[in-house]
Structure formats: structure tokens, C-alpha cells
């Protein structure tokens, strides 16, 4: 009984303070859900009943959790160079990057002082390259529908694009920045 208590506690401990550390989490930064661990002391577990007449037996169990963290855009730049041979180092995301499952290489690591760690990272998705929309407008300003094809031969990282003109008679893109709008579509 006390091993499958101790056991309970142990989960319930990892799942209180996991939702701590993840409420936590700097913005940018990840933390995988196989990368948090638990360490406990069997020695230090105290147990107390709280009357011999109900037969119940208080236990307490502490101990520290421990995560890595990791710097997604960095990460996510790692696994690009890993996985696309002539990958250029452009700004790149991974949309489920979170999903991904973490192990250690060696488990036996003492987490407390730790400054190195050996991992692999596991997982099925697609690398896509970011767009930067304020550079694509700057392209396009005051110039003709019939360039459009020619400036986006320059951004190599597109798979394709379309363009809307209202007017329809107009034959060229605004002057103003402010009068293009770029919508993203990461679905294919």
C-alpha cells in the first residue's frame, strides 16, 4: 500500500509542479513535456497515522522538479540544419515543435548540477519557412502586375502567391505600405 501511495504522490507531485513551471515559461522558450523530472528522497518520506482507529497513515513526500528549457527559435534552427542538407539558415518554424518527445541520452545524470546534457528529440512535421511581410511590401510598392512574378522569384522560401487589385482596372501596387495587406497561409 505505502509503495503504490508513495507512487500516486510522486505523479501528483510531478503534474502540480509541472503547472507551475509551465505557467512560468518565458515567451519564446519551450519545454518539452518528456524534459521535466522528478528527484525525491525514499529516505526523507514521513508517515504519520492520524488515528489507530480509522486505520489511516499521512505520508509526505518532497522533492524537486527539474526541466530543460530550450530557446525554440535556436532549437528549431538545430533541427533545420539536421534535417534539409542546403538549408540556408533562414528564419524557419516548426508548428508543433511542442509536440515533440524528448529523451535522454543518459538518464544517470545528476540534475542538480548538470551544465551539459546529451538528448534526442523525436517527432513527425513539416519545417516551414517564415515570410518577412515587410520586406515583401517594400518590393512591391509602385510596382506593376507584371512584376509581380520577378519579385516573387527573389523569395525563394514562398511555394506560391496570388494577388488581389481593387480596383481591377489598376495596373500597379500602392505607393503606401499601409495599403498592401499580406495574409500568410501555412496550410499547404
Do not use: C
Not at 44 to 56: F, K, N, R, V, Y
Not at 115 to 132: A, E, H, P, R, T
Not at 181 to 187: E, G, L, M
Amino acid at each position: 500500500d505505502k509503495l503504490s501511495a508513495v507512487s500516486e504522490l510522486k505523479n501528483n507531485l510531478t503534474e502540480k509542479l509541472s503547472q507551475k513551471i509551465i505557467n512560468q515559461i518565458p515567451p519564446g522558450f519551450i519545454l518539452f513535456k518528456d524534459a521535466v523530472f522528478l528527484n525525491t528522497n525514499e529516505n526523507e518520506i514521513s508517515s504519520s497515522s492520524s488515528s489507530i482507529a480509522d486505520g489511516m497513515v499521512n505520508i509526505t513526500l518532497k522533492g524537486t522538479l527539474y526541466g530543460f528549457l530550450f530557446n525554440e527559435k535556436k532549437i528549431t534552427k538545430k533541427i533545420a540544419e539536421n534535417a534539409i542538407g542546403e538549408y540556408d539558415g533562414s528564419d524557419v518554424h516548426i508548428p508543433n515543435i511542442k509536440d515533440f518527445t524528448f529523451s535522454l541520452v543518459d538518464k544517470n545524470i545528476s540534475f542538480a548540477d548538470v551544465k551539459k546534457i546529451d538528448f534526442n528529440l523525436s517527432g513527425i512535421s513539416k519545417i516551414v519557412w517564415d515570410v518577412d511581410s515587410s520586406k515583401l511590401i517594400s518590393s512591391l510598392l509602385g510596382k506593376t502586375k507584371k512584376e509581380f512574378p520577378l519579385i516573387l522569384a527573389s523569395y525563394t522560401n514562398l511555394d506560391s502567391a496570388s494577388f488581389k487589385m481593387r480596383p481591377f482596372w489598376k495596373m500597379s501596387f500602392p505607393e503606401k505600405s499601409n495599403n498592401i495587406v499580406i495574409i500568410i497561409n501555412n496550410d499547404k
